[in-house]
């Protein structure tokens, strides 16, 4: 698994405390079984726990301790989106979708296991987010989790992440224009980054402007992970980031990187990166750890 | 299509009614767009819109009839179940899965479009489901909404409706013994039966006692529904069902039929039927309509 490299001391611990609590919450949502089925939760396990760098559920966290929320419902709201987020990643590996053979250095669910029980697992661990959002444990108040649930499904459907996975795959028949690349980017990472960063809000009861202002910052970093993304693809040791260089260019894409040349890229990222940060104003200096995980996606490697 | 044979005028009418105004306001929740990704919703509606039976909307609409609820709300519930089934139908009509290159005599979603739309039309159709039971609109009370999402997340998710799809992939290679194959259809289907009929005591604010019946009523039907789908598979005629006779056998599956022959079967699905129709005794004569369903499940032909 690539690991976060260029992190700072303190932004790397707390990487670190988040990756072993929300995987210790993970597995406890999602226990190995004796049944006859198990091979569907295996599979799940499997997609879900093979490393990661568990950049959602960070936010979430990190959103929620910005407003004293209990850390254990933080860690259920963040395996929840976690759960989402590698329903989505199992799918788009599919033969008929992205076909990777490879995630994070190791084989995909379904080559694993096979596609039948891929395409059931990443179904269920789409079900389980909302299973575990709409538990009380996750928070007393129904109106906090039909919030939750309301806004994740917004931010994962049609109009927010799964249709940015469509239009991805249109991308590879279809030269894309600027305007379309930054949709189809805020669609399939934007909206999940940004429930990521407000959930913690929701959670804490928060008032609109702080909310308004974390889903700002996440759209902004989402769009600048997306771009540094585009960069990576064609400039990253794929020692690092387990997976082949130039997939997008050989898969015929319209990326950040091939509309706008990668140094232009490259400023672009920096330019979002900065503009995330000053939304966090808000907070004054309780949201240093938010803003050291904005300079790290403008440094990462993998 | 097939259509609903044998069934009684009266509950002819309330199919139909249903099948009406659900499409309706599945219509309304799922519009046409012009959208550069619109193919994604060109092929939800392709997959909800082709027909079908509508048993689980009926469910819903009926049992919400038991306590008064407003028929809009029950509508939007109605859909939502509907999404949440037809998602089911086009992820196990895929290669991967069953295999199958016609649904009620049409072409399935992966064939009219292509695999990776299918995926991605199902992700967005279960996605839906609860964006549409956690909206304001399905009920004022949170408290409402909440149980309704977390009932379904249960119903459809690993130990239910998806754990049962998995069980019968499973069967394709085991020999399963008759406790085995009655929990797989359980889950594969009792539990969105029983959800479907809960939801309409759900929204009506009902007591336990009558959610309970509800639920054991729909879980008999479901199992009644197995069973006779079962002896369909070998003596209907395919162009009544829309899809080729024998499949399970081909398949090399366990079903009621293989398990305890064909007329042992035909007398288990009678006795389920009449016990669902007990269950039912606690609302008085107020429940003609979902017995009435009960008995058509015995005589249908499709």
């Given at each position: 698994?690539?690991?976060?490299?260029?992190?700072?001391?303190?932004?790397?611990?707390?990487?670190?405390?988040?990756?072993?609590?929300?995987?210790?919450?993970?597995?406890?949502?999602?226990?190995?079984?004796?049944?006859?089925?198990?091979?569907?939760?295996?599979?799940?396990?499997?997609?879900?726990?093979?490393?990661?760098?568990?950049?959602?559920?960070?936010?979430?966290?990190?959103?929620?301790?910005?407003?004293?929320?209990?850390?254990?419902?933080?860690?259920?709201?963040?395996?929840?989106?976690?759960?989402?987020?590698?329903y989505?990643?199992?799918?788009?590996?599919?033969?008929?979708?992205?076909?990777?053979?490879?995630?994070?250095?190791?084989?995909?669910?379904?080559?694993?296991?096979?596609?039948a029980t891929?395409?059931?697992?990443?179904?269920?661990?789409?079900?389980?987010a909302?299973?575990?959002?709409?538990?009380?444990?996750?928070?007393?108040?129904?109106?906090?989790?039909?919030?939750?649930?309301?806004?994740?499904?917004?931010?994962?459907?049609?109009?927010?992440?799964?249709?940015?996975?469509?239009?991805?795959?249109?991308?590879?028949?279809?030269?894309?224009?600027?305007g379309?690349?930054?949709?189809?980017?805020?669609?399939?990472?934007?909206?999940?980054?940004?429930?990521?960063?407000?959930?913690?809000?929701?959670?804490?009861?928060?008032?609109?402007?702080?909310?308004?202002?974390?889903?700002?910052?996440?759209?902004?970093?989402?769009?600048?992970?997306?771009?540094?993304?585009?960069?990576?693809?064609?400039?990253?040791?794929?020692?690092?980031?387990?997976?082949?260089?130039?997939?997008?260019?050989?898969?015929?894409?319209?990326?950040?990187?091939?509309?706008?040349?990668?140094?232009?890229?490259?400023?672009?990222?920096?330019?979002?990166?900065?503009?995330?940060?000053?939304?966090?104003?808000?907070?004054?200096?309780?949201?240093?750890m938010?803003?050291?995980?904005?300079?790290?996606?403008?440094?990462?490697?993998?």
């Amino acid at each position: 698994m690539p690991s976060p490299r260029d992190a700072s001391p303190r932004l790397q611990k707390a990487l670190d405390e988040t990756v072993e609590t929300v995987e210790k919450t993970i597995k406890r949502l999602l226990p190995e079984t004796n049944l006859a089925e198990r091979h569907l939760f295996d599979a799940m396990r499997y997609g879900v726990l093979t490393g990661g760098k568990r950049l959602r559920p960070f936010m979430v966290v990190q959103a929620a301790a910005l407003f004293n929320v209990d850390p254990s419902r933080a860690r259920r709201t963040a395996a929840a989106v976690e759960f989402l987020h590698c329903y989505s990643l199992i799918h788009d590996d599919l033969p008929a979708m992205d076909d990777s053979d490879k995630r994070r250095g190791k084989a995909t669910v379904h080559r694993k296991f096979d596609e039948a029980t891929a395409i059931l697992a990443g179904d269920t661990l789409l079900t389980l987010a909302f299973e575990t959002l709409s538990d009380r444990d996750t928070h007393a108040d129904p109106h906090v989790r039909i919030e939750l649930v309301r806004k994740l499904a917004i931010a994962s459907g049609g109009h927010g992440m799964v249709g940015g996975q469509m239009l991805d795959l249109i991308g590879e028949k279809e030269e894309f224009d600027l305007g379309t690349i930054s949709r189809m980017q805020r669609m399939k990472t934007g909206h999940l980054f940004a429930f990521s960063c407000e959930a913690g809000a929701i959670l804490g009861k928060a008032d609109e402007p702080h909310k308004k202002a974390l889903c700002n910052y996440a759209y902004d970093l989402g769009l600048a992970f997306q771009v540094t993304d585009d960069v990576l693809d064609v400039e990253a040791d794929p020692r690092d980031t387990g997976k082949p260089a130039n997939q997008d260019e050989k898969a015929g894409k319209s990326t950040f990187v091939s509309t706008m040349g990668k140094e232009q890229a490259k400023m672009r990222a920096e330019m979002l990166v900065h503009q995330a940060i000053r939304h966090l104003h808000i907070f004054g200096g309780r949201a240093e750890m938010l803003k050291e995980l904005a300079m790290y996606v403008l440094q990462r490697r993998a």
